[in-house]
């Protein structure tokens, strides 16, 4: 589904593949040819928050969020322009870097790390993105 916007409107969507937003916020929004997506969290489709799962799940949820979030826009992830990924140890870099280089492929958007001291709801990581259409 194309989100494709005139006259510069703001198109917010959400996911049916994933829980509502908890909050005073959506999973993405389209301006133009550009969707923006929302930080995405370790949280399942049906609404559970994955914090107390290994390192290696929660990353994959995460992942699995972005694709859904993506999906929702009319987007994909070989449309990635940025990636934006918070942890919350950098001692787990090394395992997200290798499932990241998985999921992307041969893909490269442009890619900031940030170690942060913490995330809500005591999730090992976040991720927010920007992709086109």
Not at 20 to 28: D, F, I, L, V
Not at 67 to 86: E, H, K
Not at 96 to 122: C, K, M, T
Request: hydrophobic share 40%; proline share 5%; aromatic share 8%.
């Amino acid at each position: 589904m194309s989100m494709k916007n005139e006259n510069g409107a703001i198109a917010c969507v959400n996911s049916d593949e994933l829980s509502k937003p908890g909050g005073h916020y959506s999973h993405a929004c389209v301006h133009g040819s550009t969707v923006y997506l929302s930080g995405q969290l370790p949280v399942s489709p049906s609404g559970n928050i994955l914090s107390d799962r290994p390192f290696d799940e929660q990353a994959r949820q995460v992942l699995f969020n972005i694709d859904a979030s993506l999906r929702a826009a009319g987007s994909g992830r070989d449309r990635l322009i940025q990636v934006r990924i918070f942890i919350a140890d950098m001692a787990h870099w090394p395992t997200f870097n290798q499932i990241y280089a998985e999921w992307i492929g041969d893909h490269r958007p442009a890619r900031i790390v940030a170690g942060v001291s913490e995330l809500h709801f005591g999730s090992a990581l976040e991720i927010e993105a920007v992709a086109g259409l």
